[in-house]
């Protein structure tokens, strides 16, 4: 099943699955020991940009974190195989980006932060998995990136049970209750 790229829009929330150990490990913190082989459940997320700041699908790529840091990844790698087993499951739009200054000002951010190669924050994922460890607040996970760059505009996404101060889960995008969903492979 093919994403309809000419849909997609600068702002657009990524939602991947994999089947691998960490995949796994994400699945049962987040969504319990039932799902945590469930591949319609995210455990990867990443958000749409344009390299020339225009929507044109040609142009269209997934910003996202991975180790050692953002990358900049085609939807023809998610398409093929599936880039490291990963498969986009699901696509979700917020509403702040129906505004196009938005998303220029988004594009940007992430123009400037993939130049800037920040860093993957392993800390983080790792503090998800056991909270003793503490995350570095300059670094970001996949789906805690989303979420900065949401908050950086003013919004959030809700989640039940997520609270503000709280880190998310790319399943907390998936079940977000003010997002608009606008494809599925499922």
Not at 27 to 36: D, E, H, S, V
Not at 71 to 81: C, I, L, V
Not at 83 to 94: E, L, N, P, T, V
Request: contains cysteine; aromatic residues 10%; charged residues 25%.
């Amino acid at each position: 099943m093919s994403i309809p790229k000419n849909m997609l829009r600068i702002g657009d929330i990524c939602l991947m699955s994999a089947q691998s150990p960490l995949a796994w490990a994400i699945r049962l913190r987040t969504a319990g020991i039932k799902n945590m082989f469930n591949k319609k459940i995210a455990n990867h997320a990443g958000i749409v940009w344009s390299i020339d700041n225009c929507n044109d699908p040609a142009c269209l790529f997934i910003a996202e974190m991975e180790m050692p840091c953002i990358r900049s990844t085609s939807f023809m790698e998610y398409e093929k195989a599936g880039y490291w087993s990963s498969q986009i499951i699901m696509i979700r739009r917020h509403p702040i980006y129906d505004d196009s200054a938005k998303q220029r000002f988004l594009n940007e951010r992430i123009r400037k932060d993939v130049i800037d190669a920040v860093d993957y924050d392993t800390k983080g994922i790792l503090e998800y998995i056991w909270p003793r460890i503490e995350d570095r607040p300059d670094e970001f996970y996949c789906s805690e990136y989303v979420r900065h760059e949401i908050q950086m505009d003013g919004a959030d996404f809700v989640t039940p049970g997520l609270e503000k101060g709280d880190d998310c889960s790319p399943s907390d995008i998936e079940f977000a209750t003010n997002l608009q969903t606008i494809w599925t492979r499922f």
